[in-house]
């Protein structure tokens, strides 16, 4: 593969599959709006660095996409705002997580890509059926319009697509979205200082190196239809989180409040045993030992 182009390459999970991908040597272009954070720098540079090339633009905008995608020959599609800002301005969220999508999926056919890997979300579960999408958030319902577009585009001009349906995602770099309580608990403990988690109730908590190896693996993989699978991790009550943290940094001082997610807390994991390599999956226990991990080195790097 001579190049891959990550959307959304200043944020969180892109840091972790550009780690992954910089490691086996592929070359990454990463797009993101100006002022967007640079995370994959914090996490993969400097031993990387000559593999990343930022490129700004807006995934709003079908040619500063086309651009983007130019001498590429892969594409992993992440870019797009999170259920707060969905919910702030829908319109700008459909603008920026569907039509930004399509742009996307009309530049891999324009350029002759054969497969496009994007961040779908277990949001598009709403609270009451965990296997039936019912979504209930603006944020979940564009997610399950990309998924249908996704089929479409495979039916009608066989651009083949993996999506995958992570649930939380937490880990070293989570800092935004109301799903990272978990991760910012993680950093609080660290700095000894008291955080609330704005939500309760029970979820799927998946580590972000786990996520990040799915969409690696799918890269590399066969691409035939458009897929999409549920990424669940470990199901938690957000109790058993903050006690899992307080076990590991025993003077933590963590509570959570607020309602629970808006998705059905008993969502599994379907098929991705040949996309996430059976055995690597993080429990909780190391996740969190992990975050602690990373928190704490750039603590005393400060
Ligand atoms: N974090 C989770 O728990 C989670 C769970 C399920 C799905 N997802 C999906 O995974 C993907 C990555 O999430 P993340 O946690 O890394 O979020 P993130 O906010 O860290 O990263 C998203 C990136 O998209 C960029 N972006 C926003 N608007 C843009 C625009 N108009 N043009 C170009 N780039 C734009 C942002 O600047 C940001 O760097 C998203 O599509 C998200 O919906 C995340």
Same mark, same amino acid.
């Given at each position: 593969?001579?190049?891959?182009?990550?959307?959304?390459?200043?944020?969180?999970?892109?840091?972790?599959?550009?780690?992954?991908?910089?490691?086996?040597? *592929?070359?990454? $272009?990463? =797009?993101?709006?100006? &002022?967007?954070? #640079?995370?994959?720098?914090?996490?993969?540079? !400097?031993?990387? %660095?000559?593999?990343?090339?930022?490129?700004?633009?807006?995934?709003?905008?079908?040619?500063?996409?086309?651009?983007?995608?130019?001498?590429?020959?892969?594409?992993?599609?992440?870019?797009?705002?999170?259920?707060?800002?969905?919910?702030?301005?829908?319109?700008?969220?459909?603008?920026?997580?569907?039509?930004?999508?399509?742009?996307?999926?009309?530049?891999?056919?324009?350029?002759?890509?054969?497969?496009?890997?994007?961040?779908?979300?277990?949001?598009?579960?709403?609270?009451?059926?965990?296997?039936?999408?019912?979504?209930?958030?603006?944020?979940?319902?564009?997610?399950?319009?990309?998924?249908?577009?996704?089929?479409?585009?495979?039916?009608?001009?066989?651009?083949?697509? *993996?999506?995958? $349906?992570? =649930?939380?995602?937490? &880990?070293?770099? #989570?800092?935004?979205?109301?799903?990272?309580? !978990?991760?910012? %608990?993680?950093?609080?403990?660290?700095?000894?200082?008291?955080?609330?988690?704005?939500?309760?109730?029970?979820?799927?908590?998946?580590?972000?190196?786990?996520?990040?190896?799915?969409?690696?693996?799918?890269?590399?993989?066969?691409?035939?239809?458009?897929?999409?699978?549920?990424?669940?991790?470990?199901?938690?009550?957000?109790?058993?989180?903050?006690?899992?943290?307080?076990?590991?940094?025993?003077?933590?001082?963590?509570?959570?409040?607020?309602?629970?997610?808006?998705?059905?807390?008993?969502?599994?994991?379907?098929?991705?045993?040949?996309?996430?390599?059976?055995?690597?999956?993080?429990?909780?226990?190391?996740?969190?030992?992990?975050?602690?991990?990373?928190?704490?080195?750039?603590?005393?790097?400060?």
């Amino acid at each position: 593969m001579k190049q891959v182009l990550i959307t959304g390459g200043g944020g969180f999970l892109a840091a972790w599959i550009a780690r992954r991908l910089a490691a086996r040597g *592929t070359r990454l $272009r990463l =797009f993101d709006v100006p &002022g967007a954070p #640079r995370t994959a720098s914090d996490i993969v540079l !400097p031993r990387h %660095a000559s593999q990343l090339d930022w490129r700004q633009g807006d995934i709003r905008s079908a040619d500063d996409v086309r651009a983007a995608m130019e001498g590429c020959d892969a594409v992993i599609h992440l870019a797009g705002v999170l259920t707060p800002a969905c919910s702030a301005n829908p319109v700008r969220g459909a603008e920026i997580n569907l039509i930004g999508s399509l742009h996307v999926f009309d530049a891999a056919r324009a350029q002759g890509l054969s497969k496009v890997v994007y961040a779908s979300s277990a949001g598009v579960y709403g609270p009451a059926h965990s296997r039936h999408p019912e979504p209930a958030t603006h944020y979940g319902a564009f997610k399950l319009a990309v998924e249908g577009a996704a089929r479409a585009y495979w039916n009608e001009h066989r651009i083949a697509s *993996t999506g995958f $349906r992570p =649930f939380v995602i937490y &880990g070293p770099g #989570r800092e935004t979205g109301v799903s990272a309580g !978990p991760s910012l %608990a993680c950093r609080a403990a660290v700095r000894g200082i008291p955080y609330t988690i704005g939500f309760t109730g029970a979820c799927g908590l998946v580590y972000v190196d786990d996520v990040a190896e799915a969409f690696e693996n799918a890269l590399f993989a066969p691409a035939e239809g458009a897929k999409v699978f549920n990424l669940v991790g470990e199901l938690h009550t957000i109790d058993a989180v903050i006690a899992e943290i307080r076990r590991q940094v025993p003077d933590a001082d963590l509570r959570a409040e607020g309602p629970p997610l808006t998705i059905a807390a008993d969502v599994t994991e379907e098929g991705p045993d040949e996309l996430l390599a059976a055995g690597r999956r993080s429990t909780l226990a190391e996740g969190i030992a992990a975050t602690l991990t990373h928190y704490r080195s750039l603590e005393e790097s400060a």
